[in-house]
C-alpha cells in the first residue's frame, strides 16, 4: 500500500482536497479529527493536558479556546502541548493505515497538517502538497469566526512556508482555481500513484 502524506497550510483548502480524495474511495487518515476525539470526553489526552495546562477541561473534555488561550503566543507551552498530543496522534494513525493496509487498500492518505514541522515525511512514500495563492489563502482565513491578523500572523509563524513546503512536495495541488481543477489534481495525482511502474522518489 502507498502512502500519500497530505499538508499544507492554513487555509490553503486541505481539508476539501482530503475530502476529494476519500471521494475517489481511498482511506483518509485527519489528524484534526484524530486530535478533537483525543480532546473528547474520555479521550487519550484529556488528561496528561489538564496535568499540564491546569483549568483546560470541561466536563469531562478538552476546552479547546481555553487551551489555546494558554498556549498562543507561548513556544515553550505549546511544545509541551506538542509533546503530549503529536505521540497519540501518531499512535492513532498508524493503527488506522494498519487496518487500510489490511483492507486491501492500494492508496492511503494520511493529513498531517504539520507534517514538514514534525519531521514525518519519511513516514510515507510521497508528499503532497495543497496551496493556493496568498490573497485567497488570508480571506479564507480570515472569513473564519474568532480570526484575526494576529492570530493568523502566529499561526504562520510556526508552519513551514508555503514556498518551502512546495519546493519539498511530490506533488502539488493548486485549490486557487476551484474545486473542479483540484477534483482533477487529485485523480491525476491517484493515476499516477496507482501505476505499479511508479517507486517513490523521497526527498527528504
Known sequence: MKVLGLTGSIGMGKSTT??????????????????????????AAVGPVEAAFVGVTKGGAVDREALSKKVLGDPDALARLEAIVHPLAAEDRREFLERAKASGAPVAVADIPLLYETGRPAEVDAVVVVTAPEAVQRA?????PGMTEARLAAILA????????????DFVIDT??????????????LKTVRDPAWSPRRKD
Open 18 to 43: 482530503a475530502a476529494m480524495f476519500e471521494a475517489e474511495g481511498v482511506p483518509v487518515h485527519g489528524s484534526d479529527a484524530a486530535v478533537h476525539a483525543l480532546y473528547a470526553r474520555g479521550g
Open 140 to 144: 479564507r482565513v480570515l472569513a473564519r
Open 158 to 169: 510556526r508552519q513551514t512556508p508555503d514556498a518551502g513546503k512546495r519546493a519539498r512536495a
Open 176 to 189: 486557487g482555481a476551484g474545486l473542479e481543477a483540484a477534483r482533477r489534481q487529485v485523480r491525476a495525482i
